[in-house]
């Protein structure tokens, strides 16, 4: 089981996570040299990798990607072949943040079960090597999307990328969480009571980015609004287009991204965080809040929500617009931390204020999706 205190460590890595796609593509793509503060033993890491890398050999080189990660990421570069290696940061951290060892463990467990996700080479738990925890994957190569409209893809294929996504996802919440050995990965059911519980709390103890009366609105309506479903699959948190990467030239998902936020939860949360883009706004996440679907020849919001009740046996979502609103909410509440954070000077993101601004936006998605399942 998931201790409460390592999830509630989590907050300020979901806090990363789910605004990373608002900052420009330009700014996320490639890679760079090893920035100050994150460098560290390469001639350590070439011996552990000769001793635990089936495969390798050098010489290596070390690239740092672009992306805001709040795990730190790198391309591990040799003749043979590339690599990528997430570790902890450097530094004193809470407990259970930054648990490169539980991304490891999720990618090893859903690569055995089939799931595309980059295969794990191996992890290390010794922090003498190059200073703090971290876990080496295969460089998996194809197109990542950072805009939800596939504007680089025509519009006669644009239905079967959208396609490829719905049906990964859905592949993701058939997996037997217990059959893929990931029974003990998170707490089984009560989940929308615990997460509305959890941002509350967060919400109303920042005292210094003060009250809402939309979020207040919400924080006393979602307790009494929980549907009666309670299942438990696993959910990847922070299911978009921006990570995913997708076959060099087909509409096929290849790898699945970022699994610093999958848990054992709600598979409707997870389907509705996704399928959020619908009402996003691009310029906080990527989204389709802007566009209309039908002009860019890709499925309307309630079709694409009738294709994960097809690719997962469901008979509709009665309760979507729950759903919407306790992730809208839920965005919301990170906002607000950030809020928070930028007033009292310790934000550790340029973007941090452009995220303020946009706060009022997400509390307003929320009460009006409240409002629809009212």
Known sequence: MEPCQE?????EGAGRSMTR???????????APVRDGFRFDEAALARWMAEHVDGFAGPMTVMQFKGGQSNPTYKLSTPGRAYVLRRKPPGDLARGAHAVDREARVLTALGGAGFPVAHVHGLCTDDAVIGSWFYVMEMVEGRIFWNAALPEVSAS????????????????HRI??????????????NYFARQISRWTKSYLADTDAGRDPGMDELIDWLPTAIPDSDETTIVHGDFRCDNLIFHPTRP????VLDWELSTLGHPLADFA???MMYRMPPDIVAGLGDVTPADLNIPGEAEYTAQYCANTGRDGIPDYDFYIAFNFFRM???????????????????????????YPRLVGLA????????
Request: glycine content about 10%; overall charge positive; some cysteine.
């Open 367 to 374: 009460v009006a999706a409240a409002e629809a399942c009212r």
């Open 21 to 31: 796609g608002a900052a420009s593509a330009d700014a996320n793509l490639g890679v």
């Open 273 to 275: 965080y996704h399928a």
């Open 176 to 189: 037997d969480p217990q059959a893929a050995g990931l029974g003990d990965y998170g707490r089984s059911g």
């Open 252 to 255: 096929r998902v290849i790898a």
């Open 157 to 172: 294929e644009r239905p079967a990328y959208f396609a490829a996504m719905n049906a990964t996802l859905a592949q993701l």
């Open 7 to 11: 999830d509630q460590a989590r907050v």
């Open 332 to 358: 919301a509440a990170i906002f607000h931390g950030i809020k928070g954070r930028v007033i009292r000077g310790s934000a550790a993101s340029a973007h941090s204020a452009a995220r303020v601004e946009q």
